[in-house]
């Protein structure tokens, strides 16, 4: 009683606030104030479902099936998703507009031709740059507006929770896009509709205490890891970076503290020596679903509460940071496990990218080319395309020890090689594109991702192009060119 005491006088009090103008509303989430109207619907408890990826949509396609059946006892009342750039770009305007300010395209960012955040950089500072300093100056201006996190600045559309909503027959008004879940609107919203459970799935966004103090039975959260490990935003990525061989999915109670809370029910998940990120992610999710259906019953009926859920160890905890770009860059110093092991984590975002030196057949000068690499294999020496017949043994032997004394501190001598390069890449007539490491063994290169769309080897005439390369469509593209390592950058050593 008192927790809920506590939550409804949080709402009221950020609402109050915003209502003597220190606050301003976003338009868009006025219209989910009827919500106090709803009914009962005869008894059916009310879920509210957070989340914002592909992954979050196929967790909220069950739901929504299980929803629909007959013996349901329960509705998807409301549905809340991450705005995308055009929404948010949108709500800075009516900001500005609510505050009495003009909307300039010198103070407020627009999102006409032009000013977009992908148009070419003007006097070195990209389009994103410049509206990011404008409105770190307008807040400094007017402290009173609620600017919020950047959004993602890629996704223009709806992203794929907000349209399986609106394609399932949801209306409009209970599918909610705020930019901050502080927003006064958006928590009088959750308040008059009183939910009995949230349902949070890859969200992106941090939940306050006046949200959780909404829900009857609390908040439920999918997390792809086994907690207390791989808290954080990319438990999935992280794991299979570090060469994990078993993770699992935790039924985690959400708290304020990033997935801190109670575990109600885990099941580990063995990884594959060679899964790539994005299909682990949908392995995991889905059977996160059906971990999730199964409690439903208990939850909804009061059976099970965050008081039946185990405590995690804090002894035990561990971090999985936000993926960024530069955890795209391959280092082939590092053991051909650990190459292989993080083009798999950053699989889809932000990729695996790899700074090599094609050398010009007539001339002798190399020229650097990076590649963007999509699917690799480990190979021991002595392994290497054991049915090769251009390639011998003594060469595959030569460049690793190349490698080794160029990455490793190996005394074995390393073959002549051009100046400013480490080690030679080598290609076989299997088709294999072999790539040195720290350790000795070698990074078979399995697939590149295309530079462009355009007529490539797609098995029939009807099929659309490929959007990678073999190792064997590759070189042939270079015209079986020797490639090679630059040296690596004392910086970076």
Not at 286 to 309: N, Y
Not at 444 to 457: F, M, P, Q
Not at 465 to 474: E, V, W
Request: charged share 15%; glycine share 8%; aromatic share 4%.
């Amino acid at each position: 009683m008192v927790k809920g005491m506590i939550g409804r006088l949080a709402v009221a009090y950020a609402v109050a606030t915003a209502r003597h103008g220190q606050l301003s509303f976003p338009l868009h989430l006025r219209s989910a104030l009827p919500f106090s109207t709803l009914p009962d619907g005869a008894g059916r408890k009310r879920i509210v479902f957070l989340g914002t990826p592909q992954v979050a949509a196929l967790v909220l396609q069950d739901l929504l099936q299980a929803a629909a059946a007959p013996c349901s006892n329960f509705e998807v009342a409301a549905v809340v998703s991450r705005p995308s750039s055009r929404q948010w770009l949108e709500r800075e305007r009516q900001a500005a507009a609510t505050a009495g300010t003009a909307a300039a395209p010198s103070a407020i960012p627009s999102s006409q031709p032009g000013t977009s955040p992908e148009d070419p950089p003007h006097d070195g500072v990209t389009a994103q740059q410049q509206q990011q300093q404008q409105l770190r100056q307008q807040q400094k201006q007017q402290p009173h507006l609620v600017l919020g996190r950047l959004p993602n600045w890629a996704r223009h559309g709806p992203s794929e929770v907000e349209k399986l909503a609106s394609s399932s027959g949801m209306p409009s008004e209970r599918i909610l896009c705020p930019l901050s879940a502080k927003e006064p609107d958006f928590l009088e919203a959750m308040y008059r509709l009183r939910p009995d459970l949230a349902i949070t799935v890859a969200y992106g966004g941090m939940l306050p205490q006046a949200f959780l103090d909404i829900p009857r039975y609390g908040t439920l959260n999918i997390h792809p890891s086994l907690l207390p490990r791989y808290r954080g935003p990319a438990p999935v990525a992280r794991a299979l970076q570090d060469g994990c061989t078993v993770s699992g999915v935790s039924l985690v109670f959400t708290v304020l503290k990033c997935d801190a809370g109670p575990v109600l029910e885990q099941q580990k998940v063995p990884i594959d020596p060679d899964i790539q990120a994005p299909e682990l992610m949908v392995h995991m999710f889905r059977l996160g679903s059906q971990m999730l259906l199964r409690q439903l019953p208990g939850l909804l009926s009061g059976a099970v509460t965050a008081a039946d859920a185990a405590v995690q160890d804090d002894a035990a905890v561990s971090y999985a940071p936000k993926v960024v770009k530069q955890d795209g860059v391959l280092d082939f110093r590092l053991p051909a496990r650990r190459c292989h092991d993080q083009v798999r984590a950053m699989a889809g975002w932000p990729g695996t990218k790899a700074s090599l030196l094609v050398e010009d057949r007539a001339t002798g000068v190399l020229q650097p080319i990076e590649v963007k690499v999509l699917r690799t294999r480990v190979v021991a020496p002595d392994l290497a395309s054991p049915h090769q017949a251009t390639t011998s043994a003594s060469a595959v032997a030569t460049a690793t020890a190349t490698a080794g004394a160029g990455f490793a501190g190996s005394s074995a001598p390393p073959s002549p090689l051009p100046p400013g390069t480490s080690a030679q890449c080598l290609y076989t007539s299997a088709g294999e594109l072999l790539v040195p490491c720290g350790d000795g063994n070698m990074l078979s290169i399995l697939e590149v991702a295309r530079r462009r769309a355009g007529n490539t080897a797609s098995g029939s005439p009807g099929c659309p192009p490929r959007s990678f390369l073999t190792a064997k469509d590759f070189m042939d593209g270079l015209g079986k060119r020797r490639l090679f390592l630059p040296l690596p950058d004392p910086a970076s050593a």
